[in-house]
């Protein structure tokens, strides 16, 4: 699956497994590699310490990662500390309706 960040193509891959991408094996439920433009989601699997609903937290997965992608593409993460600590209130508010455009084609809004 495709979806277009600030003009950049972006892939989506999921149910990745950890032997495919060794970073999933720090427990991480994705990642966004800028350097190749792929945003990697962690096959979701239920067990005894997972999420009840893994569709609903793998949305959150994806639109926590496309949040990375946008914020990398819009420079903000090259230049900023901040950036890259989760701290983007004011550019989510600056950059919403876009990330909102993104979220809905990739059916990752909230239920």
């Given at each position: 699956m495709k979806v277009?960040?600030?003009g950049t193509e972006y892939e989506i891959i999921s149910d990745a497994t950890a032997s495919e991408y060794p970073i999933l094996e720090s427990h991480a439920?994705?990642?966004c590699?800028?350097?190749?433009?792929?945003?990697?989601?962690?096959?979701?699997?239920?067990?005894?310490?997972?999420?009840?609903?893994?569709?609903?937290y793998e949305k959150k997965v994806v639109r926590h990662e496309l949040?990375?992608?946008?914020?990398y593409e819009s420079g903000l993460d090259v230049n900023s500390e901040w950036?890259?600590?989760?701290?983007?209130?004011?550019?989510?508010a600056l950059q919403f309706p876009k990330m909102n455009k993104?979220?809905?084609?990739m059916k990752v809004m909230c239920d």
């Amino acid at each position: 699956m495709k979806v277009n960040v600030l003009g950049t193509e972006y892939e989506i891959i999921s149910d990745a497994t950890a032997s495919e991408y060794p970073i999933l094996e720090s427990h991480a439920d994705g990642f966004c590699d800028f350097t190749t433009k792929k945003i990697v989601i962690a096959e979701m699997k239920p067990d005894d310490y997972s999420m009840k609903d893994l569709k609903s937290y793998e949305k959150k997965v994806v639109r926590h990662e496309l949040v990375h992608a946008f914020l990398y593409e819009s420079g903000l993460d090259v230049n900023s500390e901040w950036a890259r600590n989760e701290e983007i209130v004011d550019w989510i508010a600056l950059q919403f309706p876009k990330m909102n455009k993104a979220f809905e084609e990739m059916k990752v809004m909230c239920d």
